[in-house]
């Protein structure tokens, strides 16, 4: 149903540092640069299902803005890979948030494996594994 999700940033370079080691647990490859045609940098992050994920200077110019109540949620394959995404944003910058990473249950869902973090620029992650 996605195509990409796109969260801004007020340090281009920073986020770079940043999303490269935090998504490459998860197996994504480094950012391709792109800038658009109003001179603005943009880091897009390619899935493997074809989705992106795209870290951008805002184009109108304005300091970029966390979405209250917005989470971008990146799913991974283990409950351990939950732990090491969280771990590895914690130290490359980003700030925890909420519970510890680890088991969450739900109603609908049963045990789901979830760690919440924040990045450089306050947007809000999730690192994702549900049960098969």
Do not use: W
């Not at 184009?59 to 979405?67: F, G, L, Q, R, W």
């Not at 739900?106 to 494996?113: D, K, L, N, R, V």
């Amino acid at each position: 149903m996605l195509f990409h999700t796109m969260v801004g940033s007020n340090d281009i370079d920073r986020s770079k540092r940043f999303y490269d080691t935090v998504l490459g647990t998860l197996g994504v490859g480094e950012a391709m640069l792109n800038v658009a045609n109003s001179g603005h940098t943009r880091l897009i992050y390619r899935g493997q299902d074809g989705t992106a994920f795209i870290v951008t200077q805002p184009i109108n110019d304005e300091p970029a803005t966390v979405a209250n109540g917005g989470t971008v949620a990146f799913q991974c394959n283990s409950p351990e890979q939950v732990k090491q995404f969280h771990d590895v944003a914690v130290a490359s910058g980003g700030t925890s948030i909420e519970a510890p990473p680890g088991p969450r249950e739900t109603a609908s869902m049963g045990t789901i494996e979830l760690a919440y973090v924040r990045d450089p620029d306050g947007n809000k992650l999730c690192g994702i594994h549900f049960p098969k």
